[in-house]
């Protein structure tokens, strides 16, 4: 079932999920910084003026990717935005903006989402206490109103819970 995109919180989202491709696949095409984060900011622009009528969150990726694309072609294809570039925009993109490897990391965290949604509630608030806010296993107890003890089996199971899951990432 679509799910429906109708606040700023949304966009902020989609920006937040989506910048790091958006930005491979313009580095990809145009191998300038500059001219990549102009296209960047002019998809996500796009998508924001879009926004009412995009039915399915998960489907933007696409769009975004196919806009970016698009839009990076149409840069390289404008004489007058062909001036000389700085020294360092002159490289191809660095390794960790690769499209591939940014869409294996979008993957992964899809997968940990997946894992961490199929945890038990407390277990999963265990882990998110610990891992995300920081928590010591002494204050995790006194937010869960469990002893010490329960903390680190629930942590225990967590990460025996992903390192299974999980385990095709390795």
Not at 37 to 46: G, P, S
Not at 67 to 72: E, Y
Not at 75 to 91: F, H, K, M, P, V
């Amino acid at each position: 079932m679509p799910v429906p995109v109708a606040t700023p919180d949304d966009f902020a989202a989609i920006v937040r999920g989506h910048a790091g491709l958006v930005r491979a696949t313009a580095m990809s095409i145009l191998h300038s910084r500059a001219d990549a984060d102009d296209v960047v900011q002019e998809t996500f622009l796009a998508s924001w003026e879009h926004l009412h009528t995009i039915d399915d969150v998960a489907a933007i990726g696409g769009w975004l990717v196919t806009t970016a694309r698009r839009r990076s072609v149409d840069r390289l294809r404008c004489a007058t935005n062909q001036s000389s570039t700085e020294l360092d925009e002159t490289y191809a993109a660095p390794g960790e903006w690769a499209p591939a490897v940014v869409a294996e990391r979008a993957e992964l965290v899809r997968g940990a989402r997946r894992v961490l949604a199929g945890l038990p509630a407390t277990q999963r608030r265990c882990w998110e206490l610990r891992h995300l806010d920081g928590l010591a296993y002494q204050e995790i107890a006194e937010v869960l109103e469990v002893p010490v003890s329960t903390v680190r089996g629930l942590l225990v199971r967590s990460r025996e819970t992903f390192e299974r899951e999980m385990a095709g990432w390795r």
